[in-house]
């Protein structure tokens, strides 16, 4: 069965400093991959997915990028980390072939 | 964006009773998708109908659509404490890597 792992859980990072979330997938192959943010009290914004390794796509000017350096690996970077940037940080996959999206645990991300 | 606007932000009843949120959206969709999430955790699929589909259901859970008004709702059919949760409906357009826009979501509480 896919399994699906983000980490840390939990992250408290002074402003300015640099950012890595780390997700990955278990138990498929090629899946299209997300990452999404979530203010408190808020529905998800779409900021990166990927359909292959290398191929990232933004939805959203920012101060984050993303990359997928493996079939089931997809990172969220920033190497400045803003106020703003606190939230709730969900990854989630899909199979090609199908149209549901399995999400992470998620990682509370607050920048003070 | 936030497609998807759900209708009530917030709802409240008793043990047994049914639930019942909406949501709408903007543009032609492919399908549509009902996703649960639990306080600080991950979205789970709950249950995705298509655009040619009225209505789906799958245990106590009844969901329709109406492609004219561009609106579904979410039915939960008697209610338990375990369904206190945030449910967001999601779309999914045109986009390549099938991308989901999300509604803001409906804090159902459940008390018993």
């Known amino acids: 069965s896919q399994t699906i792992h983000q980490w840390p859980a939990t992250l408290v990072q002074p402003v300015g400093s640099p950012l890595s979330l780390e997700c990955t997938v278990e138990g498929t192959s090629n899946p299209n991959l997300y990452w999404y943010r979530q203010a408190a009290g808020r529905g998800l914004q779409l900021l990166f997915y990927s359909v292959g390794i290398g191929q990232i796509s933004s939805e959203v000017p920012q101060n984050l990028s993303a990359s997928r350096p493996q079939d089931r690996q997809f990172i969220l970077s920033s190497k400045k980390l803003l106020l703003s940037d606190s939230g709730f940080y969900l990854c989630a996959w899909r199979l090609t072939s199908g149209y549901e999206q399995y999400f992470g645990p998620g990682t509370r991300l607050t920048v003070t | 964006s936030q497609q998807g606007e759900e209708d009530p932000q917030a709802l409240s009843i008793q043990e047994g009773e049914n639930a019942t949120m909406n949501c709408s959206y903007k543009?032609?969709?492919?399908?549509l998708q009902w996703y649960r999430q639990n306080s600080g955790r991950g979205l789970v699929h709950l249950i995705l109908i298509r655009s040619n589909e009225r209505e789906k259901h799958s245990g106590r859970l009844r969901v329709t659509l109406d492609t004219s008004k561009k609106s579904s709702s979410l039915l939960i059919t008697a209610s338990r404490a375990a369904d206190t949760a945030s449910y967001f409906c999601?779309?999914?357009?045109?986009?390549?890597?099938?991308?989901?826009?999300f509604g803001s979501g409906t804090q159902l509480t459940v008390l018993p």
């Open positions: 543009t032609s969709i492919n399908n």
């Open positions: 999601a779309t999914d357009g045109s986009g390549s890597a099938r991308q989901l826009t």
